[in-house]
């Protein structure tokens, strides 16, 4: 899996680049055979005035599925890593469940066994 992590608007610091790549390795861990490549945009919407403005986006190209774009805003930038993370993690696995359900077709119904459902003589 390629990760590229990018801050717009101040310095990406060796810290925050760590934080970012561990936290989505840890959401993606199960399903990294299907990734290509991650984009990871961190900005500062407000600049120095503060507030909720600290914008995390995460772009996950997948081999076999739709690609997934997370964004999550907070007023701590850690915070909005996580939670983002989380949520790429849960969409990833849900969009290739997806797939994988359409490329597989429905699971069977069980089969019903008409000897086991006459009475007993």
Known sequence: MQIDVQALGFELTPALRSHAVRRLHFALGRSDAQVSR???RLSDLNGPRGGEDKRCQVRVTLTDAPEVVIEDTEADLYVAIDRAADRAGRTVARRLERSRDQRHGPPPSPAIDEA????SP
């Open 38 to 40: 991650l984009w990871v």
């Open 116 to 119: 086991s459902d006459a009475p």
